[in-house]
């Protein structure tokens, strides 16, 4: 049984709309999200393939679905293919459409989640649909996981499942966002496998100072003052420059031509070729070679006329593969200088960097299957700077990579500037494309 281009699009187009429709908006609250509204369509749609189905709600309404087919050697590797299910808010007044209707207008599909990964959680169903209902008998196992509650941080989805749910889901290998996207070069569209992810260390920097009437502010100790200091001296700090072999392979790879790579993987360089580049490519270039520290919230003093004693700056640190919270505390003392003494500094997550190996069996497969649905192109290795799933899996011991197919009409900044942002749509071309990519996956890598 084979699926023309024309079947997969009205499927997957079909599914989409679906998810989207079900505005599975995760606001960061355990009661959002209602993924259980998505898993009932994606069970509906999987429900004809005669597989068994499971279904697992990690609190009322965070729901994840998982479906298999089983391998006929249990020693062979496995693989999962990972999508979830819920969104991030939107703000509608930046939309030129309705978010949540899954309208179909020139060939693009409207709405929240189109690109942030609806998208390929649709179409990863749509060919384990059609792998199941074609007799597809494998060597190893093949898993889908629809997830809850991957935008905020897998409480109820991922975390959950590996922590309670280990057999069900775990797999050798696992594919899941990002990436794939189109990155034209001299040599052929060259496509991003995100291979990890920067790790987060949020923490609460406590500024402490002497209360006092604020009508004699001569010589006092303003807590508030110091810690106006201490957000200047984490603003202007400038941590060292690290170019790390993901960065290197994903620059050579992509070939911004000699003069451009030469500055791209310079350490003595890098970060004043960063002021000079276009905004984009200038933040997304310098946060994957320094770890970033950025204050964000800001909370204190009590009353106009007292002179507060105590300040919390809140800082969103990210740092890169192989740092731990020891080199971060170095760099806040570096940052902070004399005034590290009169600080404290409060770790309240702290999620190290996970990365997997840009040589393996899975990579190997994903070029020689996406090299045939995208014509001349080549995988390069990426990291991200955001978070994803994928971290739970590489920690349980997995093989993990964000990845999917785009047709040429989605290119890098489309993409970017839609992620969480307004006017997401995604074109049919790419969801038939991510289709075949998933099903020839599946041949390739477990048949
Ligand atoms: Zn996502």
Known sequence: MTLDDKQIADEAVDLLAHLIRNECVNDGTPESGFESRSTDVLAQYLGDTGLDLERYEARPGRESLVARIEGSDPSAPSMLYMGHTDVVPVNVDGWQRDPFAGELVDGELWGRGAVDMLNLTATMAVAF???????????????????????????????????????????????????????????????????????????????????GHASQPFRTDNALVTAAEVVRRLADFRPPTHIHDTWRRFIEGVDFGPDWNAKLTDEATLHDFCEQLPIGLARQAHACTHTTFAPTIIHGGTKTNVIPDLVDVEVDIRTLPGQTSVDVEKMLADALGDLRAHVDVTPFDENPSTSSPADSPMWDAMARVSSKLVDDSALVPFLTVGATDARFFRRAGSIAYG?????????????????????????????????????????????
């Open 129 to 211: 649909r059609h792998l199941a209902k074609s007799g597809f008998t494998p060597r190893g196992t093949l898993i889908y996981l629809a997830v809850a509650d991957e935008e905020n941080l897998g409480t109820w989805g991922a975390e959950h499942l590996l922590n309670n749910e280990r057999d069900a889901v775990y797999a050798d290998f696992v594919i899941t966002e990002a990436g794939g996207f189109q990155m034209p070069s001299s040599t052929g569209p060259k496509l991003p496998v995100i291979v990890g992810e920067k790790g987060s260390y949020w923490c609460r920097i406590t500024v402490h100072g002497t209360p």
């Open 403 to 447: 990845f999917g197919l785009f047709s040429r009409k989605l290119g890098f900044d489309d993409y970017a500037s839609m992620f969480h942002g307004n006017d997401e749509r995604v074109d049919v071309d790419s969801l038939v494309l991510s289709t075949r990519l998933w099903d020839d996956l599946a041949h390739d890598m477990l048949g």
